[in-house]
């Protein structure tokens, strides 16, 4: 814990542990590194989807059921705690992640890394709730190797 009392995040042990074995078997450094970590990692996030498709469904429901309640009162707009607090959690372990792989691989962000958290998980969520819908695994690969290869692009070498 850090002085303020709030939790350092840090990634799921589950991706955090995939990305420390690649990064042990790297034979570079830098974007190349960089994009062997990231995909190590999000290949480590999928069996969490596909173990447990009904958490996430209720995941977004529960989600969509707090945004309902917030927009059926335009005038009393308010944000939803456990919501915010949920998302914020995820944030910050998608930081944790992304520092972790930039870390390893010896490369630097050229963007904030919380607004890449931000639109890394944006595309995830929407990603997954496609196969939720579609159970087409074959287009999520290829989205996640997208993510991949654009969140790349977004470091560079130190």
Not at 71 to 99: H, K, Q
């Amino acid at each position: 814990m850090s002085a303020s009392r709030e939790v350092i995040a840090r990634p799921r042990p589950s991706i955090e542990i995939a990305v420390e074995k690649a990064a042990e078997a790297l034979d570079c450094t830098g974007t190349r590194a960089l994009r062997v970590l990231l995909h190590a990692g999000v290949s480590a996030f999928w069996p969490s989807i596909t173990d447990a498709p009904e958490k996430q469904i209720r995941g977004y429901e529960s989600t969509i059921a707090a945004l309902r309640r917030r927009w059926e009162n335009r005038g009393s707009c308010f944000s939803d705690p456990a919501i915010t607090a949920r998302f914020r959690d995820m944030d910050a372990e998608a930081v944790a992640f992304l520092n972790l792989c930039a870390e390893r691989s010896a490369t630097q962000w050229l963007e904030p890394v919380d607004s890449i958290a931000a639109y890394s998980l944006s595309v995830m969520q929407g990603a997954v709730l496609r196969w939720l819908a579609t159970n087409d695994e074959e287009t999520l690969l290829v989205v996640f190797d997208d993510l991949v290869t654009c969140l790349s692009a977004k470091a560079v070498d130190r």
